[in-house]
């Protein structure tokens, strides 16, 4: 036998054996915990691809390749109060009907939005509020319309030691998003919890939730079950021989396909159409049904023809899909018979003026006749003033423009949905660049101040 080994060691330094300096023992916990972390990310990034939880970069498609990024989530639930997580689902039920109701009448909605209509009468409001009063003339042949809403919350507290409360930022009306994602990213952090759970031994008196501690989430079957009962009930009002459909109305170069096609494939006769398509793919018949013809699939010329059940919205929101042919798109099919998810009232009571006016002392008492429920809601509002020429909206402009008050408040644009908010010390710069005409476009709102909440544990 020559001299050398039978047993190679494998490669890398050898093991600790107790003589190790304290600061080389500190120097490798902290390389132990950022190894840690570095896998940690890499198990997110997987589980994101792997699920689907991505956001597409349609502009570097190409035939063979489709980047995508996961969207953004956190290593692991952010922890929230029960008493006020178990709050807001109990307030849902009445802020649905609350917006229900408000939606429905036309008198108030149009004393809220008629300063909007009559400033900027080719403006998004302007032209939505005609879309509806041309059905309204038309006569109205559809009463049922379908909904998919979501109530975002902040926990607010005046002041660092107070004990916290739940307040609402929006109410989203139109086009609602997220859902699929944020059952997607509910099911990770399930996943990750169980993982750290298996590896913790007796000695580690780190915290860990547990596992009950994160309620379920089924947002895409909950959508998916909403849209079912629409089209079936639809099916139950119109038996004639046209074979039914649910149509999906969507943007083109859409980013956010992995929020809508989830929705898409649990449905049974769903058919994506986008927004500049409808004109040309859809036709309204003589009793206003709404038929859609999909484009040919290869194997013949076209598709037979679908009565369509169930408009559902996820584009006809940005101001620039709301130009002329925009207008005479959502015109037809608001005119149609089918349902709306939602209808063009829904899409105008989610606008920021809107929920301005909710929050008005003695409002929310017009449409939730009980005290206790219109106080329970009311109690979830923060300040929000106009911008415009009022005696409210002079008060509002002299807080936005000076830069001691105006770190207190939020700028938000009068538009349904979030997105394109103005923060703090940042307001006062944003409206010197506004002509002061463009003003009342916009409203004040007082910022919700967020407690800090105890970590639930290190990721």
Same mark, same amino acid.
């Given at each position: 036998?020559?001299?050398?080994?039978?047993?190679?060691?494998?490669?890398?330094?050898?093991?600790?054996?107790?003589?190790?300096?304290?600061?080389?023992?500190?120097?490798?916990?902290?390389?132990?915990?950022?190894?840690?972390?570095?896998?940690?990310?890499?198990?997110?990034?997987?589980?994101?691809?792997?699920?689907?939880?991505?956001?597409?970069?349609?502009?570097?498609?190409?035939?063979?390749?489709?980047?995508?990024?996961?969207?953004?989530?956190?290593?692991?639930?952010?922890?929230?109060?029960?008493?006020?997580?178990?709050?807001?689902?109990?307030?849902?039920?009445?802020?649905?009907?609350?917006?229900?109701?408000?939606?429905?009448?036309?008198?108030?909605?149009?004393?809220?939005?008629?300063?909007?209509?009559?400033?900027?009468?080719?403006?998004?409001?302007?032209?939505?509020?005609?879309?509806?009063?041309?059905?309204?003339?038309?006569?109205?042949?559809?009463?049922?319309?379908?909904?998919?809403?979501?109530?975002?919350?902040?926990?607010?507290?005046?002041?660092?030691?107070?004990?916290?409360?739940?307040?609402?930022?929006?109410?989203?009306?139109?086009?609602?998003?997220?859902?699929?994602?944020?059952?997607?990213?509910?099911?990770?952090?399930?996943?990750?919890?169980?993982?750290?759970?298996?590896?913790?031994?007796?000695?580690?008196?780190?915290?860990?939730?547990?596992?009950?501690?994160?309620?379920?989430?089924?947002?895409?079957?909950?959508?998916?079950?909403?849209?079912?009962?629409?089209?079936?009930?639809?099916?139950?009002?119109?038996?004639?021989?046209?074979?039914?459909?649910?149509?999906?109305?969507?943007?083109?170069?859409?980013?956010?396909?992995?929020?809508?096609?989830?929705?898409?494939?649990?449905?049974?006769?769903?058919?994506?159409?986008?927004?500049?398509?409808?004109?040309?793919?859809?036709?309204?018949?003589?009793?206003?049904?709404?038929?859609?013809?999909?484009?040919?699939?290869?194997?013949?010329?076209?598709?037979?023809?679908?009565?369509?059940?169930?408009?559902?919205?996820?584009?006809?929101?940005?101001?620039?899909?709301?130009?002329?042919?925009?207008?005479?798109?959502?015109?037809?099919?608001?005119?149609?018979?089918?349902?709306?998810?939602?209808?063009?009232?829904?899409?105008?009571?989610?606008?920021?003026?809107?929920?301005?006016?909710?929050?008005? $002392?003695?409002?929310?008492? /017009?449409?939730? !006749? +009980? =005290? *206790?429920?219109?106080?329970?809601?009311?109690? #979830?509002?923060?300040?929000?003033? $106009?911008?415009?020429?009022? /005696?409210?909206? !002079? +008060? =509002? *402009?002299?807080?936005?423009?000076?830069?001691? #008050?105006?770190?207190?408040?939020?700028?938000?644009?009068?538009?349904?949905?979030?997105?394109?908010?103005?923060?703090?010390?940042?307001?006062?710069?944003?409206?010197?660049?506004?002509?002061?005409?463009?003003?009342?476009?916009?409203?004040?709102?007082?910022?919700?101040?967020?407690?800090?909440?105890?970590?639930?544990?290190?990721?």
């Amino acid at each position: 036998m020559s001299g050398e080994p039978y047993y190679a060691p494998p490669p890398g330094p050898p093991p600790n054996d107790g003589s190790q300096t304290s600061e080389d023992q500190e120097n490798n916990v902290e390389d132990e915990i950022e190894a840690s972390h570095t896998r940690l990310i890499s198990d997110i990034k997987d589980y994101l691809l792997t699920h689907g939880h991505l956001l597409k970069l349609v502009r570097f498609e190409t035939a063979s390749r489709v980047p995508a990024v996961g969207v953004n989530v956190s290593c692991r639930p952010t922890s929230f109060p029960r008493r006020l997580f178990q709050q807001a689902m109990d307030l849902q039920p009445l802020m649905n009907e609350l917006y229900i109701r408000a939606a429905s009448d036309d008198d108030w909605l149009y004393s809220v939005l008629g300063p909007q209509i009559q400033g900027e009468p080719n403006g998004l409001v302007a032209s939505l509020w005609d879309v509806w009063v041309k059905c309204r003339e038309a006569g109205v042949v559809q009463e049922v319309c379908c909904g998919v809403v979501r109530s975002d919350y902040m926990l607010h507290a005046e002041r660092s030691r107070e004990e916290v409360t739940l307040r609402q930022v929006e109410m989203n009306t139109f086009s609602v998003a997220g859902a699929c994602h944020a059952e997607g990213v509910a099911g990770m952090h399930r996943w990750l919890m169980r993982r750290e759970a298996a590896e913790m031994d007796d000695t580690d008196i780190k915290p860990l939730p547990h596992l009950g501690d994160l309620p379920a989430n089924t947002n895409t079957s909950a959508i998916v079950s909403g849209l079912s009962a629409a089209h079936r009930l639809y099916q139950s009002q119109h038996t004639n021989d046209h074979p039914k459909c649910i149509l999906m109305v969507v943007q083109p170069l859409n980013f956010n396909i992995a929020d809508e096609r989830p929705i898409e494939y649990s449905l049974f006769a769903c058919y994506r159409c986008e927004w500049r398509d409808v004109l040309n793919r859809c036709h309204v018949g003589p009793d206003r049904e709404l038929l859609y013809q999909p484009p040919a699939n290869g194997k013949r010329k076209a598709w037979k023809v679908f009565e369509v059940s169930v408009v559902y919205y996820r584009a006809g929101y940005d101001v620039e899909e709301c130009d002329s042919e925009g207008i005479k798109t959502r015109l037809m099919l608001e005119l149609s018979r089918a349902f709306k998810c939602p209808g063009v009232k829904m899409h105008l009571v989610g606008m920021k003026s809107v929920q301005r006016a909710l929050a008005e $002392p003695g409002v929310v008492e /017009r449409f939730l !006749l +009980e =005290a *206790r429920q219109a106080d329970e809601v009311q109690r #979830t509002f923060m300040t929000m003033l $106009p911008l415009d020429s009022s /005696r409210q909206g !002079l +008060e =509002a *402009r002299r807080l936005a423009l000076d830069p001691k #008050t105006a770190v207190d408040y939020v700028l938000k644009p009068n538009l349904e949905g979030g997105g394109h908010n103005v923060f703090r010390s940042d307001i006062p710069a944003f409206l010197s660049e506004v002509p002061e005409v463009e003003w009342h476009r916009y409203i004040l709102m007082r910022l919700i101040r967020p407690q800090q909440m105890p970590s639930p544990g290190c990721c």
